[in-house]
């Protein structure tokens, strides 16, 4: 199997702005000088400084640091709830594409059934049943984006089965099995692929208002939770700017260095967006 | 008098491994009420010949050189809007796979008019009752000028395409391998479609396709294409006598004459990103002479109104 | 010897309705793509289903194969009857039918290389125990579809391959399993016209040297005149005349194959022969017409033609026709 990516120069910069946060979440110790669960009193909404680049929150926690150590969490929540919903989504899809009839109906049935639940209200009604910890989080956001995959998956599978070679694969006996793995899979992975990335941008969006509305995991640092807080500690009273705009603009570029991936590797993989 | 008048024409495309010499210097006119036909294997630049008559070249592609004189004018010199009169007004093309080019959620009658609405000033009602006489005259009962294309077979669309090429009244038509997908009854009939068009309309036509007997059946002249050159331009009546057009002659089955199938032509077409100093044909000539690999032999007349760009010929007739 | 014999083979698509019309009719719509035929093709010969787009050829000779699956009739290979065995019975049979197709752009996997894709059939049954093994076998099946030195195509993918290129790996890789019968429809029409007469021309040589039955599916019938020994001409899902080729092409009886053979463009011009030109497009297999099914386009129509169906009976030796008009002038 062959994947041939060729990234534009917005994929190019979006995947630098990527690896760059990627090596913050693995080494986040090399970058900081404070622990960022230090608690200090005594310099609590102090403006950034020298010591404090961005400055510090209502307890006294070096702000700079809180942004570091909060993008492992981001790009967890982004890469495993992904990597679920893309699971899930392209065998579900897969299935009923490729079988007519009653599964097909079924799985799909069930798939329109996802895409019409609103996922905010959802969401937040299943982390407060399960449990405020980045697990359950990161399990429902997976849950919750399959659906748009399994669309993506079969409609991508439904032309694919149309081809002769399909057909020619049953002339030699293969079985659905292998037709579906080794025939249709390896062609609906690109599109798959570009698909996730983008998906990464979404699930990161919602674990932010998940945790923004005060049901995020309080033992784990984020950049949600970072918003939570500064909204509880009525920081814009204080006119503390450094704290509520550093985790609001990480989110941003986060999201948008995602899509632009996402959108390079769409145009890369399909030639009719290519350049024209 | 001529309608339309190639000069030593070069198109290039832009390629990441340097200029693909789509057409490398051809020279040919068509009369008016003339219908030529131009063969060729894939990849020969019969297309692309066609295309940039109309400028419609893709953006990769440009003329680098020579002059489509038009009823005297130089097309090449000619901009972009000067261009959109003369497309679909006097120049009209049917595309390969055209019947795949109408839009679904359009009438026919819409889409027949639409270019009388843009190339002159008739009123909705008249460029309609335009249409449906264009619409009769490729066969088709004029109560579908309101249907839908999803109503029709692909022969009627083929018809149909023609119908709003022809609705302009144009000097000259370019069909692009105007029955290539179609069936054998289908073909059958577009072809006798065309035929009557030309005589009943005086229409000039360029026909662009694979396959000789098309051209047999339709026109008058035929010219055989070859890497962007051309080999052999000759009457139809003529029997051809390039080692190519022969070859190429040879691969038809002719139910008329002897049931054998011909090995075909083999090698494979030539490169035309750096093509060889010599004959284009050379490499896959049995007949090749010493002089063919050196120099590129030009086209001439062999006998009246009958060219021929082969070494061969020229020796053997001098 | 009989390779393959089909009897009264029929094969209905029931048709999709719309959920209102399923509510007030209980009539079940179908499709009559192949609407009772039988012959037998003899070991070793090129047999040509030749017709227009939609009468039925295609699905026909994939029913032939089970590829898809017959309303009824009978279909016997070897004098095996393909139909009533079971599916793990027929896995054994499934090797030695094979097809190949008429897009040499969708019949190859654009995600598998050359060798790969030929691999895969051996491997699944069981020729070869891995990939590697098959090199020999792999390198001397390309060396038969000329696509030499063999391995220089083994890394290759369908994109960098021309189309008579991919036919050619297309063929390589249904011969691999050494079959006997092989469906082929439409193998050259998408080629080029001098590739298309230098596949056609291997083909002809591995029927020779493999010992192959050929089932031969075409619109054209210069080629089907060219290649086949006998030939069926098919019209809405029946076969209208059959017999010895060139007896069929320089003797036509059926309406139908004197307007097919007379519309053949031939590259010599010069003698206008007179064309028959059918009007209108054929009728769709939802609604076959009453009687003959040929009548409303026939230009030789007669009253009986559109009460009666006529069956198909011999005309000489090997040669069947179904018109009515023939028993007529017969009888007197």
């Not at chain 2, 040919?28 to 019969?46: P, R």
């Not at chain 2, 662009?208 to 331009?233: N, R």
């Not at chain 3, 051996?122 to 060396?143: A, P, R, W, Y």
């Not at chain 3, 016209?193 to 230098?198: A, C, Q």
Request: proline fraction near 5%; charged fraction near 20%; glycine fraction near 6%.
């Amino acid at each position: 199997m062959k994947f041939r990516i060729r990234l534009n120069i917005k994929g190019i910069i979006g995947l630098t702005i990527i690896l760059v946060e990627v090596f913050f979440a693995c080494f986040p110790s090399l970058i900081v000088f404070h622990n960022p669960h230090e608690m200090n009193y005594s310099a609590i909404f102090l403006g950034p400084s020298r010591e404090h680049l961005l400055g510090t929150d209502e307890v006294g926690r070096d702000i700079f640091s809180l942004l570091i150590f909060g993008t492992r969490a981001s790009l967890m929540v982004g890469f495993i709830a992904v990597g679920i919903s893309t699971t899930v989504g392209s065998i579900v899809g897969l299935l009923s594409g490729y079988y007519k009839g009653i599964i097909s109906e079924v799985l799909m049935r069930f798939t329109d059934l996802f895409l019409a639940i609103p996922r905010l209200p959802l969401m937040l009604v299943l982390v407060a049943l399960v449990g405020q910890s980045i697990w359950n989080i990161i399990i429902v956001i997976g849950l919750l984006l399959w659906s748009q995959v399994a669309r993506i998956v079969r409609s991508q599978t439904l032309s694919i089965r149309e081809k002769s070679f399909i057909e020619r694969g049953k002339a030699f006996g293969y079985s659905d099995f292998r037709i579906i793995i080794f025939h249709i899979l390896p062609n609906v992975l690109p599109l798959v692929f570009a698909n996730a990335i983008l998906l990464m941008g979404s699930a990161i969006y919602y674990e932010v208002t998940v945790s923004f509305l005060g049901l995020g995991d309080p033992t784990h640092i984020s950049w949600g939770m970072s918003l939570h807080y500064a909204f509880e500690s009525s920081a814009i009273l204080y006119r503390a700017y450094w704290y509520i705009i550093p985790p609001g603009v990480a989110i941003v570029i986060t999201v948008l260095a995602f899509t632009l991936i996402g959108n390079a590797l769409d145009e890369s993989f399909n030639p009719k967006l290519r350049e024209r | 008098m001529n309608i339309i008048n190639i000069r030593d024409l070069k198109v290039f495309y832009r390629t990441h491994k340097g200029k693909l010499r789509a057409i490398d210097g051809v020279k040919f006119s068509l009369n008016k009420g003339e219908s030529v036909g131009m063969v060729g294997e894939s990849g020969c630049g019969k297309t692309t010949l066609a295309l940039s008559i109309l400028k419609l070249l893709p953006p990769r592609g440009y003329i680098e050189d020579g002059n489509i004189f038009y009823k005297g004018e130089d097309l090449v010199q000619k901009s972009e809007r000067e261009m959109r009169k003369i497309r679909g007004n006097e120049i009209s093309i049917v595309f390969q796979g055209a019947m795949n080019s109408l839009n679904p959620v359009k009438t026919i009658g819409e889409q027949i008019s639409e270019g009388l609405l843009l190339h002159t000033n008739m009123s909705k009602v008249e460029a309609f009752d335009k249409a449906k006489e264009s619409l009769i005259s490729v066969g088709i009962s004029p109560d579908k000028l309101i249907e839908y294309p999803h109503e029709f077979s692909g022969g009627m669309k083929q018809r149909v395409m023609i119908a709003s090429a022809l609705v302009c009244d144009p000097q000259l038509l370019i069909a692009d391998e105007p029955v290539t997908a179609l069936d054998v009854m289908v073909q059958a009939q577009i072809l006798e479609l065309l035929n009557r068009l030309k005589q009943e309309k005086k229409l000039s036509l360029l026909l662009i396709t694979h396959d000789l007997s098309v051209v047999a059946e339709t026109c008058d002249k035929i010219v055989v294409v070859y890497g962007g050159k051309i080999l052999e331009y000759a009457n139809i009546e003529d029997s051809l006598l390039h080692p190519y057009s022969k070859e190429l002659f040879r691969s038809f089955p002719n139910i008329n004459g002897p049931r054998i199938l011909s090995k075909g032509i083999l090698g494979t077409p030539p490169n035309l990103i750096n093509p060889s100093r010599g004959c284009r044909f050379e490499p896959r000539c049995n007949q090749s002479l010493k002089i063919c690999v050196k120099e590129e032999p030009r086209l001439i007349e062999v006998c009246d109104q009958h060219f021929v760009a082969c070494h061969r010929l020229k020796t053997s007739g001098a | 010897m009989v390779k393959i014999e089909i009897k009264n083979l029929k094969v209905w698509f029931p048709v999709r309705t719309s959920f209102l019309k399923s509510l007030y009719s209980k009539k079940h719509q179908y499709s009559h793509a192949v609407d009772g035929v039988s012959f037998k093709i003899k070991e070793e010969e090129i047999f040509c289903l030749a017709g227009e787009s939609g009468c039925g050829k295609t699905t026909l000779a994939k029913a032939m194969i089970r590829l898809i699956k017959p309303t009824s009739g009978t279909v016997r290979y070897s004098g095996v009857d393909l139909l009533s065995i079971g599916k793990n019975e027929f896995r054994s049979y499934r090797r030695k039918l094979q097809i190949i197709y008429q897009d040499p752009y969708s019949s190859l996997n654009p995600k598998k290389n050359v060798f790969n894709t030929i691999a895969e059939p051996l491997k699944v049954h069981n020729f070869i125990k891995n990939f590697s093994e098959g090199k020999d076998i792999i390198t001397q099946i390309l060396e038969e579809v000329e696509l030499t030195p063999a391995e220089s195509f083994f890394g290759k993918y369908p994109h960098e391959l021309s189309g008579g290129q991919r036919q050619r790996v297309s063929i390589a890789s249904s011969l691999v399993l050494n079959p006997d019968f092989i469906v082929a429809d439409e193998p050259v029409s998408m080629l080029d016209s001098s590739v298309r007469t230098e596949v056609l021309y291997m083909m002809l040589r591995l029927k020779k040297k493999r010992k192959l039955t050929y089932l031969f599916i075409t619109h054209d019938l210069s080629l089907a005149w060219l290649i086949s020994d006998r030939i069926a001409i098919m019209y809405l899902g029946k076969i209208v005349e059959m017999g010895p080729t060139d007896e069929v092409v320089s003797n036509p009886q059926h309406p139908y194959t004197k307007a097919l053979i007379s519309v053949i463009p031939r590259p010599t011009s010069g003698v206008k022969h007179k064309k028959i030109i059918l009007k209108g497009n054929p009728p769709d297999s939802m609604n076959i017409p009453a009687g003959c099914r040929f009548h409303p386009r026939c230009f030789e129509a007669k009253d009986i033609c559109k009460r009666a169906e006529p069956s198909i009976v011999k005309f000489n030796k090997n040669h069947y026709v179904a018109c009515h008009l023939l028993s007529q002038k017969r009888k007197p």
